[in-house]
C-alpha cells in the first residue's frame, strides 16, 4: 500500500516538471506552430545559473534556494525572448526553418555548456528539509516531490489567470483560435509571439533548476532529456492546449513510475508505447482539436 | 478633373503573380465614401484574392492601394486596420471558443488601446466591454454574450462578424461573403445589420457575394470580376443588362 503511494506520488511529481517544460511548448506551439527544440536549452541555461548563484550564496540555504529558482526563471525568460527575437521573428511563417533553426541551437547551447561547465554532472545540495521525507500513510516521499508539485500548481493557475483574466491574455487565446483575424483586427501578434516565449522560457528556467534537485545534479544534458518527455506529454495532451498537457503530464509521469516499479524499468518504452497509442486511437491527442 | 474628397478606397493597376500564375492584373477601383459596392464573379475570378491584397494579406506584385488618400500599399496588415480598414473571412472570422463577447471585446480594445496590458482586466462596466455589449445589442446578440463563439448557428456567427467590426474604428469594410451558409429566413435580418453598418455607422462597405438578388438590391454599384480583373463597374440595373456581364459571369453560372 505504502509503496502504491509513493509510486503515485513521486508520479505526480515528475509529472509536475513534465508540465513545467511542457506548459511552454505547448503555448509556442498554439501559438505561432513552433516546436521549439531549443526549450531544453532554456531550462538547461536556467539550472546552470541558479546553480551558480545559489552555490555563492551557500546552497543549502532557503535563501540560496530561492534565489536560484527566481535567477533560474529570469534567465530562462531572456534566454527566450532573445532567441524569439534573434532566430524566429526573422523567419516569421517560415515553419521548417524555424524548427531547424531552434534544433540547431540547442546543440549549439549544449556544446556551450559543456565547454563552460564540463560534460560531468555537478552534484549540487539543496535546503536540508528537501533531502528529508514526509510521511503520508506510510511513504517516505521526498520533500522536492512538494516543491514541483507546488510550482506547477502555481504555474497552472497564474496561466490560467493570465490567459483567461487579462487582455494580453485574451489577446493569446484570440491568436490561438484565428491569427488572420486578430491581425485583421489590428494586433500586432508578434509581440504576443514574444511574450509567449519569455513565459515559456521563464517556465523552462524554473523547471531547470527544479529539475536539477529532482536528479541532484546539473548537467548540460538536462534540458535534452527532460524535452523530449515534454513534447511526448505536449503531442499526447493535444498540440497547443494547456489543459491537455496538464493532464497528460500526469497521466504520463504516473505510468511511467508504475512501469518503471513493477515491469521492469521499462518506463521509457511504456511511455512511447501510450505515444503511440493516443496518436493512433486520438490523433489530435487527448485536449487537441480534431482538425 | 480633381475630386475634393479623396476616394475611401482607390486601386489602381493592381497586378498579383504568385508563381507565374497571374490571379489579378490590372484591376483599377475607385470607390467613393460612404459607399455600398458588391463584387461579384465566377469562381476564380480574383475576388477573395482582391480583399486580400487590400488587406494586405497578399503583396500585389504591381500597382497601388490607397485609403482616404493615403497609399497603404507597403502597409502591413495590423498597420492597415489601424488606420481604419476592417474585413470578415469567407470561411471563419470567429475565435470559437472565446465567448461571444469577448470575440468583440478584442476588437473593441484595438480601439480603445492598452490592449497589452497584463494589469487591466476586462471586466464587466469597463469602456471596452460597454462597447462590446452596445454592438452585441445592435445586431441581437446579447441575450449570447456569454456562450462560446463555436456554440452558436451559423445565422448568428454572421451576425457576430458585423458586430465585431461594428465594435472596431473601420471606416472601409471588407465583407468576404457574409451570407454564406445562411438559411434563407435569415438572409433579410442579416442585410439589414450591413444595412446598419453602412448607415448608421457610415462605413464604406464592399461585399463580396453569391446571392445575386440580395446584393442588387443592396448595393449602390457592383464591380464584375473575371480573370483576376474588373471587365465592369456600373449600377446594378447596367451590371444586370450589360451583355460582357451576361456571357463572362451569369452565363457561366446558369
Known amino acids: 500500500m505504502s509503496t502504491l503511494i509513493l509510486i503515485l506520488i513521486t508520479g505526480v511529481g515528475l509529472g509536475a516538471l513534465y508540465f513545467l517544460v511542457a506548459s511552454g511548448l505547448s503555448l509556442i506551439y498554439g501559438l505561432m506552430h513552433v516546436l521549439n527544440f531549443a526549450h531544453g536549452a532554456f531550462l538547461t541555461f536556467g539550472a546552470f545559473l541558479g546553480f551558480e548563484i545559489a552555490r555563492r550564496i551557500g546552497s543549502d540555504t532557503w535563501w540560496a534556494f530561492a534565489a536560484s529558482v527566481v535567477i533560474g526563471g529570469v534567465v530562462g525568460a531572456l534566454f527566450a525572448t532573445l532567441t524569439e527575437l534573434a532566430l524566429i521573428r526573422p523567419l516569421y511563417e517560415r515553419h521548417i526553418e524555424q524548427v531547424l533553426v531552434t534544433v540547431g541551437l540547442a546543440l549549439a547551447a549544449v556544446a556551450l555548456f559543456e565547454g563552460i561547465w564540463g560534460s ?90 527544479l529539475a536539477s534537485h529532482y536528479t541532484g545534479y546539473v548537467s548540460a544534458h538536462l534540458g535534452s532529456t527532460l524535452l523530449i518527455f515534454a513534447f511526448i506529454v505536449t503531442v499526447i495532451g493535444g498540440l497547443g492546449s494547456l489543459t491537455g498537457a496538464a493532464i497528460a503530464s500526469v497521466l504520463v509521469a504516473v505510468l511511467q513510475q508504475f512501469a518503471n516499479y513493477y515491469l521492469g524499468g521499462t518506463g521509457d518504452l511504456i511511455v512511447v508505447v501510450a505515444l503511440a497509442a493516443v496518436l493512433l486511437v486520438r490523433p489530435a491527442g487527448l485536449l487537441g482539436r480534431t482538425a | 478633373m480633381s475630386t475634393p474628397v479623396p476616394s475611401a478606397l482607390s486601386v489602381q493597376g493592381l497586378g498579383l503573380t504568385i508563381g507565374g500564375a497571374t490571379i489579378l492584373q490590372d484591376v483599377d477601383l475607385e470607390v467613393e465614401p460612404g459607399a455600398l459596392i458588391g463584387v461579384i ?120 462578424e458585423i458586430a465585431v467590426l461594428l465594435a472596431t474604428d473601420a471606416g472601409l469594410v471588407l465583407l468576404d461573403e457574409p451570407m454564406a451558409g445562411v438559411g434563407s429566413g435569415d438572409v433579410p435580418g442579416l442585410v439589414d445589420r450591413i444595412r446598419d453598418l453602412h448607415e448608421e455607422k457610415g462605413c464604406t462597405v464592399l461585399i463580396v457575394e453569391h446571392h445575386i438578388e440580395v446584393l442588387m438590391d443592396l448595393a449602390q454599384k457592383v464591380a464584375v470580376m473575371a480573370s483576376g480583373t474588373i471587365i465592369a ?3 446594378p440595373d447596367k451590371i444586370m443588362a450589360d451583355p460582357r456581364v451576361q456571357s463572362a459571369y451569369l452565363g457561366t453560372a446558369a
Open chain 2, 233 to 235: 463597374f456600373d449600377t
Open chain 2, 41 to 160: 464573379g465566377p469562381n476564380g475570378a480574383g475576388k477573395t484574392t482582391l480583399f486580400n491584397a487590400i488587406s494586405g494579406l497578399m503583396r500585389p506584385t504591381a500597382g497601388s492601394i490607397s485609403m482616404d488618400g493615403h497609399d497603404i500599399t507597403a502597409m502591413s496588415v495590423p498597420a492597415r486596420a489601424r488606420a481604419g480598414l476592417g474585413r470578415t473571412f469567407q470561411t471563419s472570422s470567429n475565435f470559437p471558443r472565446l465567448s461571444v463577447l469577448e470575440n468583440v471585446r478584442v476588437a473593441a480594445q484595438v480601439g480603445i488601446g492598452g490592449d497589452y496590458s497584463l494589469l487591466h482586466f476586462p471586466r464587466r462596466g469597463d469602456r471596452a466591454t460597454e462597447v462590446a455589449m452596445d454592438c452585441l445589442r445592435a445586431v441581437g446578440l446579447d441575450h449570447r454574450a456569454h456562450t462560446a463563439a463555436g456554440d452558436i448557428s451559423h445565422g448568428d456567427k454572421r451576425k457576430l
Open chain 1, 120 to 209: 560531468d554532472p555537478i552534484y549540487i545540495s539543496a535546503p536540508a528539509w528537501m533531502n528529508e521525507t514526509t510521511s503520508v500513510f506510510g511513504a517516505q516521499v521526498p520533500n522536492t516531490y512538494w516543491v514541483l508539485m507546488a510550482a506547477a500548481t502555481a504555474l497552472l493557475i497564474s496561466l490560467v489567470v493570465f490567459l483567461r483574466f487579462t487582455r494580453f491574455g485574451m489577446i493569446i487565446r484570440a491568436g490561438v483560435e484565428n491569427r488572420k483575424m486578430v491581425t485583421a483586427l489590428g494586433i500586432d501578434v508578434r509581440k504576443a509571439f514574444t511574450l509567449v516565449f519569455a513565459i515559456g522560457g521563464s517556465a523552462a528556467g524554473v523547471g531547470g533548476v
